[in-house]
C-alpha cells in the first residue's frame, strides 16, 4: 500500500453542477483510440473549443509519457534497453506543459488495423500493466468532463455547467482557499451555489474524518507488513 | 432502521474470478425519503446490515490500495414519475480530492435541496462512521498456541537428540518453545498478515462476501 497519509497536505472539495450524472464505464480500449488520436488538426476538425485545446493535448502528452516510463521499467515487460537513452532524453520533453513534445514521435502502438495483428496483441499486453490500465482510467475520467464541458461551451460559453465552480481547499497546516469561478458572482442563483458548496465542504469535512479513522486503524498497520 | 432495502452496492466483474464494488448507491422515493429523514431529524443512527458492511469496508480497503484510481463513489437516485434520476454524486478519493456532482435542476426543487441533499451527505458520513471495528491483537496468544503445539509434537524428538539430565533437557525445550514464539508472532504479523491482505483483496478471500468476511475478520484479530 502507498504510504498515503504522507502523501495527504490538503483536503481539496470541488462542487460541479451538471446536465446530468451518468454512469461511466470504463473500457480500456475506447479510452485508449479516443486518446491516442488527439492531436490539434483532430481538435480543429471537431471544432472543440480553442480554451479546450492544451487540456486534450495534455492527454496525450500523459499518455505518451506513461508509455515512456513503462519502456524505463526494468521490472516491466515493456523494458526496452536498446532505446532506453533515447526515451530518457525525451523525458523533460514529455513532462513539460509546452508544446515541444509534440515534435516527437510516438511510441504508443497505434489502435487502428492498419499495421495488422501485432499492434492489438501490443495493446493488449499494454492493458495488463495496472499502472498504466490506472493512469489510462484516469485520463478517461478527465477526458468525459472536458468532452461535457465542451459541450456546453458551444451551446452556452457563459453556462458553470459541467465545470467546477467552487472549490475549498484544506490543508492540514490550517490554511483554508476557496476559489470561485467567475461566472457564479453574477449568477442569479448565487447564493443557492454557495449554499451548496458550503454544505458539501461541512459534510466532506466529517465524512473525511471518518475515512481516515479507517484507513488508519485498519490498513496503516497492514501497510507497514506489505513494506517490509 | 436497516438500509438493506434502498442501499445497494453496485459490483462489477474486473476479471474472470473478481467482482469488485464500484458504487455505493441509496435509491430514494417518496415514500422511504419520509422515513430516513425522520431518522435523520432525531439523529438516530442507521443501521447496516451485515452483508452490506462487509462489502462497504471491503470498498473502502480496495479505494485505500488504488487511492488514485479508486476513489470511494456515492450516489443518490430519486424515483420521480417511474423515473431513476441521481441526484447528486460525491467522489471521495482517499489522497485528499473529493468532487461533489449536483444535476442541474437541484435549485429548482426545494425538496432536493433541503431534503435530499443533505439525506445524502448525513447517509455517506453514517455508513463511513461504521467503516471502523474493533481491532484486537491476539497475534501473541495465536502465536504462543502454535509454538506449544509445535513444541509439544517435537518433545519425543528432542528426548532422543538429547541424552542429557532432564533438567537440561527442559532448558532445551524452553528454549525452543520461546523461540518458537518469537517466529511464530514474527511470521504471523509480518508475513501472514500481508498475504491474507493480498489475497482478501486480489484473491480467494476477495469473494463472495461471506469470504470478505472472513478475511476482514482475520485481520482484525491479527491487530
Known sequence: MNNFLDNITTIEINTVIVEEIVDEIFIPWEVYQAIYYISRSTLEAEEVPPSLHDRYLNLRRELELQYSLLSLDRNSSFYNYLQAAEIRQNLPLLTSPNHHWESLDTRLPEPLLRKGDSQISAIAHLFEERQFVNTLRQLGKIKNNLDWRGHTLRHNPQSILNKTYAQTTISLDGKITNRYAQQILQHRDRSCLLQLHRQSVDATSKQWQELLKFAIAFLLPASKMQKH | ?223
Request: net charge positive; aromatic share 10%; charged share 15%.
Open chain 2, 1 to 223: 432502521m436497516s438500509l438493506d432495502s434502498w442501499l445497494q452496492i453496485d459490483e462489477q466483474r474486473v476479471s474472470r474470478g473478481r467482482i469488485i464494488p464500484y458504487r455505493v448507491r441509496f435509491d430514494l422515493d417518496s415514500r422511504n425519503l419520509t422515513e430516513i429523514y425522520r431518522v435523520y431529524t432525531d439523529n438516530s443512527k442507521i443501521q447496516i446490515s451485515s452483508n452490506k458492511l462487509t462489502n462497504l469496508r471491503y470498498y473502502a480497503l480496495l479505494a485505500s490500495q488504488n487511492i488514485q484510481e479508486s476513489p470511494l463513489v456515492f450516489a443518490t437516485n430519486y424515483l420521480q414519475n417511474n423515473q431513476k434520476v441521481t441526484i447528486v454524486q460525491s467522489i471521495i478519493s482517499l489522497d485528499g480530492k473529493v468532487s461533489q456532482q449536483i444535476r442541474q435542476d437541484v435549485w429548482d426543487s426545494s425538496q432536493t435541496r433541503e431534503k435530499i441533499l443533505p439525506l445524502h451527505h448525513w447517509l455517506i458520513w453514517q455508513m463511513l462512521r461504521q467503516l471502523s471495528f474493533k481491532i484486537k491483537n491476539y497475534s501473541f496468544l495465536i502465536a504462543l498456541a502454535l509454538a506449544l503445539l509445535v513444541t509439544i509434537l517435537l518433545i519425543p524428538t528432542i528426548q532422543v537428540l538429547l541424552d542429557k539430565t532432564i533438567l537440561l533437557k527442559l532448558l532445551a525445550i524452553g528454549l525452543m518453545f520461546s523461540l518458537l514464539t518469537y517466529s511464530m508472532q514474527y511470521l504471523l504479523i509480518h508475513q501472514f498478515k500481508a498475504w491474507i491482505l493480498q489475497q482478501l483483496l486480489f484473491g480467494f478471500l476477495s469473494y463472495p462476501v461471506n469470504k470478505r468476511k472472513i478475511g476482514l475478520k482475520i485481520l482484525s484479530l491479527l491487530g
